[in-house]
């Protein structure tokens, strides 16, 4: 079979003969990453997943079962927009571009190789998650998460080897050389170095971290450069489930501590092989805080001159009234001689922060759905979002100490009180002890809810994830 059979797209891939070709020699570096960094144990295994086959809103999906290593990872772009226009920036009201202006070819290049960077990062993290599964449904889940990914970074590769020649071919291979977590050869970004030991964390991680990618690529979907805009428009359809997985993970896992709280009269949810709610708390404060570095500094002039180019704009654009942002300010905080201060930043060197401001609301908004499962249950405890200047390890508060409502801490008092805040090396041993694998169909671990359905119509006891033959 040949590539362009193998890879559903709406690109006219038969019809680029030096895109195939490229894509061709690219191809099989990709499937020995896959296969060495993919999920572990289950490159055999028949699992029931989504492949995209268009970018139509009904239909535009095919459910069926396939072996990871065969699975078609698309090339899809979203429909194109008639007479689409730049719709920020100093090149407000322009034709957007189909090709990469010259001034920035760097500066595009480097937003595509960091987005791509993520995707891989993430499968890489959580490879070895398979053998732990709660359920065989959340198995499922997990891989089909992983196969979009997968799918996200053949999207990037695509704008790499179409529109930056050789630097692109490069930056591909680069990208399949790179390893989460490798001393010499890390990912790019701090939190797709971060390991993930358990499902805990990968809801966490789901929840939070993909929720990052969803502003990301909201931003980069407004983007000037029209086939960008248009590959990240329709990778925010697929994304929607990686998040839905990690917030109704958590739910459920919040719902059994609440279960098994109301029906065993033992308030030690840790005696009844549950987790607490306090070490659910302790998680969110960690991935909550890791991924809101994610947004970069608070004060960024890379930020203003991806903005001033038309090439990353802000969540929801076209609701803003100025689209030039040259005028007003946004309120941040800083170090001063006297301690922390609120001062005004230049509008456009605050996009990073008007991107987290929309993500934390975002945040707000997901806890809420978990503490109403908390109340269902009649109980006073509540879980929060952390204040944005705790454990922070990029921006104005990297390098200083602060609990999760924001109070300054001194460094010994930090050291003394890290695992009140944080998961620690018990909380971390717990929550591993407890990742026993279930595969039968119907069957769930003790420490997570039930879903409330299962996938496509399927009702949860089905075989998602065959026995090994």
């Known amino acids: ?192 170095n971060e390991p993930i030991e358990d499902w805990l964390s990968f809801y966490m991680f789901t929840t939070f971290t993909d929720r990052d990618g969803k502003y990301q690529l909201l931003a980069l979907s407004r983007s000037g450069f029209d086939p960008l805009s248009r590959t990240t428009r329709f ?44 070490t659910v708390q302790r998680y969110i404060n960690l991935w909550y805080s890791v991924s809101l570095d994610l947004f970069g500094g608070e004060v960024s002039s890379n930020a203003a001159n991806f903005f001033a180019a038309g090439l990353k704009g802000r969540d929801r654009e076209e609701q803003y009234a100025d689209h030039l942002a040259l005028e007003g300010t946004l309120p941040i905080w800083r170090r001063g001689e006297y301690g922390w201060e609120r001062t005004e930043a230049p509008l456009r060197n605050a996009m990073n922060e008007i991107l987290r401001d929309a993500y934390r609301a975002d945040c707000e908004r997901c806890l809420t759905r978990w503490n109403h499962t908390i109340a269902e249950f009649g109980m006073p405890f509540r879980l929060r979002l952390p204040d944005r200047r705790f454990h922070r390890r990029v921006g104005v508060f990297a390098g200083h100490h602060f609990d999760p409502e924001g109070k300054s801490l001194a460094p010994h008092e930090w050291a003394e009180r890290r695992e009140e805040f944080l998961p620690g090396d018990k909380d971390r041993a717990y929550v591993k002890n407890l990742m026993v694998g279930i595969t039968e169909p119907g069957k769930i671990a003790n420490w997570i809810a039930r879903p409330r359905s299962g996938v496509n119509d399927k009702p949860f006891d089905f075989e998602y994830v065959r026995r090994e033959q």
Request: hydrophobic share 35%; proline share 5%; charged share 30%.
């Open 235 to 278: 990778m925010l359809t697929e994304e929607a489930h990686h998040m839905f997985v990690g917030e109704s993970g958590v739910r459920r896992v919040v719902r059994r501590a609440c279960e098994l709280l109301r029906d065993t009269g033992d308030d030690d949810v840790r005696r009844q092989g549950g987790i607490d709610l306090e």
């Open 1 to 192: 079979m040949s590539l362009y059979d193998r890879i559903p797209n709406n690109v006219d891939l038969a019809g680029d003969k030096r895109l195939l070709r490229a894509l061709e020699h690219w191809q099989p570096n990709y499937m020995r990453w896959w296969t060495d960094m993919g999920p572990d144990g289950y490159q055999a295994r028949d699992v029931y997943l989504r492949t995209a086959m268009s970018v139509e809103p009904e239909g535009w999906a095919h459910f069926d079962y396939v072996k990871m290593p065969d699975y078609r990872w698309g090339i899809f772009l979203a429909p194109p927009e008639h007479d689409r226009r730049v719709g920020f920036g100093d090149h407000f009201g322009q034709p957007a571009w189909q090709q990469v202006p010259g001034e920035y070819r760097s500066m595009l290049r480097r937003l595509i190789v960091t987005q791509g960077d993520t995707e891989p990062a993430s499968v890489e993290q959580q490879r070895m998650l398979g053998h732990s599964g709660p359920s065989n449904y959340d198995v499922r889940n997990l891989f089909q998460v992983n196969v979009e990914e997968g799918r996200h970074l053949w999207a990037m590769v695509y704008l790499l080897h179409s529109y930056f020649g050789r630097d692109g071919r490069e930056e591909s291979e680069e990208l399949l050389d790179r390893r989460s977590g490798h001393n010499d050869k890390p990912r790019i970004l701090d939190a797709f």
